[in-house]
């Protein structure tokens, strides 16, 4: 094995408040001292250019010679090479090398590039409760998501600790649930109470797409000693409502309800779901013959069929779903459900979130087979 070992001095220059947590924690100072072997051994003369290996604790290490003849660990300089030992080699550093899984997940959250989230949980007071929590998952969203967001949402919530802490509880799974661990249709529970999170899987020719309450997370398992990091590119806000409260909420789809009232189906829209519903708006039945609507509004048995070809018994996001343009993708003639492309309906509105499921606003009325009207 070969083992980079720092001087007292490279210890002595770590921070006194990071050593006595590292000393503290048994889990992170064995990452730590683990990220300094690898199992194999490498001598100095056989380094390089640059070269990629992986520690006992799991993460990279670049080892390289630079155009000085020096060589470097990471950020750490050796200073003395080829110290021999009968089961391996010793070369001497000049620093710590400190890996993701010996750092709190907090620390964590900011080398992952959610450094503005970290400011959010200081804000809410949350700093002292994620650090001392073990085992958690947090679905950080990223610099830019929340860059993204509307200033006066974050005036908002910066302005109220108790409001944010909610929405970043929300963002905290009680246990650490690693990439591998995000199946299709888990729901994961949360630091806020009963809601819980969906995650969302899809194949989608050479790549998979992972969704968690339709964020895409662009950096998985970033591992601290205490827990996890995926990396998200959206907010995620609790809803509070079912997908009959928010539609029946939103004038937009007044027509809509009133069919779901009419047909007796609007109290499904109320069970455990997840469900997805594609809502078409006011205009979109207004694309149709006043006659014709008329007639479908009065003949229950072909409007429950309409109304139940707009749900689905699944959790379905714009971002694994459809298109850029927001049509539907061939996606979804591999499964039970599918969509007629000459229906020509498209998203205007993508992923507004219920408790049981998620809302996906459509141009068009979708035709079920063997239900004809002009659209």
């Known amino acids: 094995m070969t083992v980079f070992a720092p001087t007292d001095s490279a210890f002595d220059s770590v921070p006194q408040e990071t050593l006595q947590r590292l000393v503290a924690d048994e889990k992170c100072l064995k990452n730590l001292l683990l990220h300094h072997v690898i199992p194999h051994t490498i001598c ?13 604790a799991g993460e990279d290490l670049k080892v390289q010679r630079d155009s000085d003849d020096k060589i470097f660990v990471n950020t750490a300089q050796v200073i003395q090479g080829n110290v021999l030992g009968y089961n391996g080699v010793v070369h001497v550093i000049d620093n710590v090398l400190v890996p993701n899984k010996a750092r709190n997940i907090v620390d964590v959250l900011s080398a992952s590039g959610a450094s503005s989230l970290v400011e959010l949980i200081e804000v809410a007071g949350l700093t002292d409760t ?22 006066e949402t974050v005036k908002a ?23 591998r661990d995000l199946r299709n249709g888990a729901m994961l529970p949360t630091l806020l109470g009963s809601n819980k999170l969906h995650i969302s899987v899809k194949d989608w020719f050479f790549h998979t797409i992972v969704n968690v309450q339709c964020a895409r997370v662009v950096k998985a398992d970033q591992g601290g000693c205490n827990g996890v990091v995926h990396v998200i590119n959206k907010v995620l806000v609790p809803p509070t409502q ?62 429950i069929k309409v109304l139940k070809h707009h749900v689905v018994e699944d959790f379905l996001c714009c971002d694994s779903c459809f298109s850029r343009r927001g049509k ?45 009207f002009d659209n």
């Open 44 to 56: 100095a003369d056989a380094v390089t250019g640059r070269h990629r290996t992986v520690s006992m």
């Open 130 to 151: 994620l650090r001392s929590q073990d085992n958690i998952a947090i679905f950080a969203p990223s610099d830019q998501a929340i860059q993204e967001l509307p200033e």
């Open 157 to 179: 919530l910066t302005s109220n600790p108790a409001a944010l802490a909610e929405v970043l509880q929300y963002h905290v799974v009680p246990q650490a649930a690693f990439a």
């Open 242 to 303: 079912t997908l009959a409260d928010v539609l029946d909420g939103n004038e937009t789809f007044s027509i809509l309800v009133k069919a779901l009232r009419q047909a007796d189906l609007i109290t499904a829209l109320q069970a455990d779901g997840p469900l997805t519903i594609f809502a078409p708006t006011n205009d979109a039945f207004k694309r149709i013959a006043d006659d014709t609507l008329d007639n479908l509004l009065k003949n229950t048995e072909a409007l």
């Open 328 to 372: 539907f993708r061939q996606v979804f003639r591999r499964s039970p459900f599918s969509y007629s492309s000459h229906d020509g309906a498209s998203v205007t509105s993508c992923d507004t979130f219920a408790t049981n499921g998620v809302i996906q606003v459509i141009d068009r009325v979708l035709r079920p087979p063997g239900i004809n």
